[in-house]
């Protein structure tokens, strides 16, 4: 029953800046790693970022220093604060997160349907 429902996504200018929210829902007991992919068209999807439940974050290369990727623990919700936008950043971006449904059950990734950032002038 977990569902992860990204938004925020939409047109940009290179320069721009854009925030994307992730906000998981459902059967959840605890979030362990949350994350961000994207897949540029004809591009195989590409890790961008992650942050682990206690606040360490990671991130592509090509985003360092651009991208902040952000949690709020208490509304299940990973951010993506994406700053100096270029056209190359243009994708589809997924959330992702690793969720034990139960105190007893195992974590499991879930993933949401993705969010269109275009970067265009």
């Known amino acids: 029953q977990v569902q992860l429902v990204e938004s925020g996504g939409g047109l940009v200018q290179p320069g721009g800046s854009l925030r994307l929210s992730c906000v998981a829902s459902?059967?959840?007991?605890?979030?362990?790693?949350m994350g961000w992919y994207r897949q540029a068209p004809g591009k195989q999807r590409e890790w961008v970022a992650t942050i682990t439940s206690g606040g360490t974050t990671r991130y592509v290369d090509s985003v360092k220093g651009r991208f902040t990727i952000s949690r709020d623990n208490a509304k299940n919700t990973v951010y993506l604060h994406m700053n100096s936008l270029k056209p190359e950043d243009t994708a589809v971006y997924y959330c992702?997160?690793?969720?034990?449904?139960?105190?007893?059950?195992?974590?499991?990734?879930?993933w949401g349907q993705g969010t269109q950032v275009i970067v265009s002038s």
């Open positions: 992702n997160a690793l969720i034990g449904a139960y105190a007893w059950s195992s974590y499991s990734n879930f």
């Open positions: 459902g059967s959840i007991f605890s979030i362990n790693h």
